[in-house]
């Protein structure tokens, strides 16, 4: 029992300091990894389907996650792995994707605005002569 003491100190000290476990992702490499998935999820939605509805969706969805993966070197057990530790805390998870909405807002906006600023200005009515 004296012997078992310490080691349920040390193992509950480790526990309570709440340290991300070495085989998940750091959260910014995670983030980033959500980040490339969200943007793969709206390419294959309003692109890749929309161009070619007879695709089969599970094959093409798991082909752009393997590219992410590969992209990030990542293996899909490491990003699930760390997806399940990240939705057990979701005031980091919530953070994360709070984050990438704000991203993908900030991207919409950016894309809109160059958009606007490439047509040419529209020149002004001429006045009429009275």
Known sequence: MNR???LLIVALTCFACGGRPRDVLPREKMQAVLWDIAKGGEFV????YYRHPDLNRAL?????LNQ???????????????LEYY?????????MLDSIN???????????HR???????????AARPQ
């Open 60 to 64: 093409v969805n798991q082909q752009v």
């Open 87 to 95: 939705q057990r805390k979701p005031d980091i998870f919530v953070g």
């Open 115 to 125: 958009s606007d600023s490439s047509r040419p200005a529209t020149p002004a009515p």
């Open 45 to 48: 939605n309003g692109y890749v």
């Open 4 to 6: 078992l003491l310490p």
């Open 68 to 82: 992410i993966f590969t992209l990030h070197k990542i293996t899909k057990k490491e990003f699930e792995k760390s």
């Open 102 to 112: 704000a991203q993908q807002t900030r991207a919409k906006q950016d894309t809109l």
